[in-house]
């Protein structure tokens, strides 16, 4: 374990980092960005290395297939970490641009200049991918991060920072920009919740890693619920698109916040869909649960209970239930979503509008899957996380949810009367 005055030296590293990242020009960051990229091509046996003694530590220790996939490097997580980084390295450098101009009786020009947060402390489990997202986001928008890693992942994360450092150091830029919490034992989150060097901590991982970092942090806090996720298969909708949608969103990766876990389908399209469903699904081992109205229709499957409704598996486990209607759809997405993602395959577009407008959550799609709540995927090169909450930010947060603004006034000599 770290003593406490250790970590709070790393929060005191991380502030003073950011003080200088602050003034740092666009082009110093994204040739640290591009720089960390290169590092990824260069050096992947390295990384690949340090990835498998993970795994191997990780099977050893009993954990879950969906969890070990999350905490797997492959080929595809490392091309598109690399297209993430090159992304967000193209992207406008926000800080310092002047928002809302306006001008007052008095000629006085009152707006808004955007501005870094500082430091952000970032806790979270099993995705070493998150690292290099996280670190990316942050110092795009002008922040130092401190990272604190679940154990299954800190042999890949330490290889990861050691890059990202050597980056930073290499664009000129303070190696400090990005620190790894030196421990994995649990106190140290306490201990981060209670720093005062830390200006945002973001919580990402499982249901009790969150209600602790709300309960015990003394800063602002961004983190996402469990995503509790529902298509819902309207009256006369496409049904293989359904079908395709449903297999995407539950089989592709199942241990994501953003995997579907229910299924909601119309009474009048119940007959045709779900037993086209149960076959597209035969090869992928998932387990089908459902209400007693899909039970009518797939005898086999196992009846659902009230916990069902609203527990997020991240596993190869998907709920079914009949509805009469898009408002009772609506009225079981209200009591027992999450507020992450939430899909309607339709081909009526007043009902797709107004589930666009009804439901709450932090991406509402229509006619896709719901695999597409996702930073690089939405175009933001990468998110640091997904916020469930709506200050200051609900949905993917990417470089612009990692800055502030504060107010600027432009004047020629006006006095207050």
Same mark, same amino acid.
């Given at each position: ?13 991380? /502030? ?19 720089? $960390? ?29 969906? #969890? ?7 080929? #595809? ?9 090159? +992304? ?12 809302? *101009?306006?001008?007052?009786?008095? @000629? ?33 928008? @002008? ?8 154990? %299954?992942?800190?042999?890949?994360? +330490? ?35 209670? $720093? %005062?060097?830390?200006?945002?901590? *973001?919580?990402?991982?499982? /249901? ?10 003394? $800063? ?5 619920? %469990? @995503? ?18 449903? =297999? ?13 876990? /229910? ?13 086209? =469903? ?86 509402? =799609? ?23 909450? #709506? ?5 993917? $947060? @990417? ?6 603004? #504060? ?11």
């Amino acid at each position: 374990m770290i003593a406490p005055s250790e970590l709070h030296a790393y929060g005191l590293r991380a /502030k003073t980092a950011s003080q200088t990242l602050a003034k740092a020009s666009p082009q110093a960051k994204n040739t640290a960005l591009l720089g $960390m990229a290169e590092r990824l091509r260069a050096r992947r046996a390295e990384i690949e290395a340090a990835n498998r003694a993970d795994l191997e530590a990780a099977r050893l220790g009993g954990l879950s297939t969906a #969890k070990l996939d999350r905490l797997r490097l492959d080929e #595809k997580i490392l091309a598109d970490l690399i297209a993430g980084l090159e +992304q967000v390295a193209a992207m406008p450098d926000p800080i310092g641009e002047i928002e809302g *101009i306006t001008t007052r009786p008095n @000629g006085l020009q009152v707006g808004r200049m955007r501005i870094p947060l500082g430091v952000v402390g970032f806790i979270y489990e099993s995705r070493p991918n998150a690292t290099v997202e996280a670190s990316a986001l942050t110092l795009k928008a @002008g922040n130092a991060i401190l990272l604190r890693g679940g154990k %299954e992942a800190f042999r890949s994360n +330490q290889v990861l920072v050691e890059f990202f450092r050597e980056s930073l150091s290499e664009a000129g830029l303070p190696e400090d920009a990005v620190l790894l919490v030196p421990t994995t034992d649990r106190a140290a989150i306490l201990e981060m919740c209670h $720093m %005062e060097t830390l200006d945002l901590l *973001i919580p990402r991982g499982g /249901k009790d890693l969150i209600e602790l970092v709300r309960r015990e942090a003394r $800063m602002p806090v961004l983190a996402h619920a %469990e @995503g509790v996720n529902h298509l819902y298969v309207d009256a006369g909708a496409d049904l293989e698109m359904a079908v395709r949608i449903t =297999l995407n969103g539950k089989v592709q990766r199942p241990g994501t916040c953003n995997a579907l876990e /229910k299924v909601l389908v119309h009474a009048a399209e119940a007959e045709r869909f779900l037993p086209r =469903l149960e076959t597209a699904l035969t090869a992928t081992a998932v387990e089908l649960r459902g209400d007693e109205r899909a039970r009518t229709i797939l005898p086999q499957i196992n009846p659902a209970t009230e916990a069902d409704w609203s527990t997020e598996y991240l596993d190869l486990i998907l709920t079914l239930k009949v509805v009469d209607s898009l408002e009772e759809a609506l009225e079981h997405i209200a009591r027992y979503g999450s507020h992450h993602t939430e899909a309607i395959c339709t081909n009526h577009h007043p009902h797709a509008m107004r589930f666009l407008r009804e439901v709450d959550a932090s991406l509402v =799609l229509v006619n896709a899957s719901p695999r597409f709540n996702d930073g690089f995927q939405l175009g933001l090169g990468a998110e640091i996380g997904i916020s469930t909450s #709506k200050l200051h930010a609900y949905g993917v $947060m @990417g470089v612009r949810e990692l800055t502030t603004t #504060k107010w600027i006034a432009l004047g020629s000599g006006q006095i207050r009367e």
